[in-house]
């Protein structure tokens, strides 16, 4: 075997992600960041179920929430900021809205679109999961110390950020390929 041959099967190129010339260390950080998403994403699932929401309903919510600042939040800005599309956010903030857990308005300036804050129930359903919340989050970011908080949140926000412009890249690299078929 070549080490033409080994490279081409290597997953990555950079070395700074390599280590001896092997992937197998970046692989398995891959994996290991895969099953903390699937918790993740399990977790969320659990804190909407204490308040009686579905898993993307709740996060639309602490979007919402987050976003919203004294005059409320786009429906277009929560979508971009999730990555999910407008026509996914204005079917569960409808929803939402029917639970009566968000407002929604028209936007003054475009009344084709809205605006979205959380309602005093919304409030109170999030004060409500707040301890159990607390506890399930200390318990998951348990390794994260204060020297390393600072390091893990921007690279988090980094990775975040690459991962949207890998995704770019895979979209055009496979519409590239059945251009080519």
């Known amino acids: 075997m070549t080490d ?6 290597l997953t990555v190129s950079r070395e700074d992600l390599l280590q001896d010339g092997s992937d197998a260390a970046f692989r398995t950080m891959l994996h290991n960041l895969l099953a903390f998403s699937a918790r993740l994403q399990q977790i969320r699932g659990q804190f909407a179920a204490f308040i009686g929401l579905s898993g993307p309903q709740y996060t639309i919510l602490i979007t919402v929430r987050q976003l919203q600042g004294d005059a409320g939040v786009g429906a277009n800005a929560v979508a971009a900021h999730l990555s999910h599309s407008p026509a996914f956010v204005t079917a569960e903030t409808n929803k939402l809205a029917k639970l009566g857990v968000l407002n929604k308005w ?3 300036e475009d009344g084709r679109r809205v605006i979205l804050s959380v309602t005093d129930r919304g409030e109170e359903l ?5 301890p159990q919340q607390q506890e399930i989050n200390d318990q998951l970011f348990e390794p994260v110390t204060a020297e390393n908080f600072r390091m893990l949140e921007t690279l988090a926000r980094e990775l975040n950020d690459s991962a949207e412009k890998a995704l770019l890249l895979s979209d055009y690299l496979l519409q590239s390929r059945g251009a080519e078929k």
């Open 126 to 130: 999030l004060k409500t999961l707040a």
């Open 4 to 9: 033409d041959s080994i490279n081409t099967r």
């Open 106 to 108: 028209p936007n003054p």
